[in-house]
């Protein structure tokens, strides 16, 4: 039902939502000029509540060009701590801590190493590249894929601009 976020006519919105006092935007920055439509929805009804969420803050902090001044609250979701999940009794099992160390908690990451890889890599092909992608608008992904597996592994140690670049 993005389709109603076509134009920012209050009216049009407001018609398609009835008489809730919240609505949830997931994926906000897919919706274009979604900074615009939500000051003069806000604007307009400042009664009713409005959450636009977005997983890609590149996408996000780009397509919502129109300042939200005295209009909007912003909260940013960061991850579980090493504390928070190991030291808070979420997690016993050291062979589970070191495999979570290495691959992440991201959501539906497979319990087997080489699934976990096959995930990963799926993730970072599905929202890392695809904001520097965006944002820089590079042109051979394979060198920016490289270049990260090669900083990834040097993750804790000196890294040299020199080897790198070898």
Known sequence: RRSMFAEPEPAKIKQNIGDAQLIVID??????NIGVILKVFHDAYPEIQVLATGSS????ANKVREPLTGRALEFMLY???YDEVFKGNLLHASDEQEFRM???WYPGTPLS???AEEA????????LYKDIFA????KKPKVLHNLVLQL???VGSVVSVSSIAR
């Not at 803050?57 to 996000?60: I, V």
Request: hydrophobic share 45%.
């Open 135 to 138: 944002l820089e608008a590079i």
């Open 57 to 60: 803050s590149f996408d996000l």
């Open 152 to 154: 990834a592994y040097r």
């Open 79 to 81: 991850p579980l701590s």
């Open 27 to 32: 994926e906000a920055q897919s919706i274009e």
């Open 102 to 104: 290495r691959y992440g």
């Open 120 to 127: 990963l890599e799926l993730l970072a092909t599905n929202t």
């Open 113 to 115: 190493a080489d699934a």
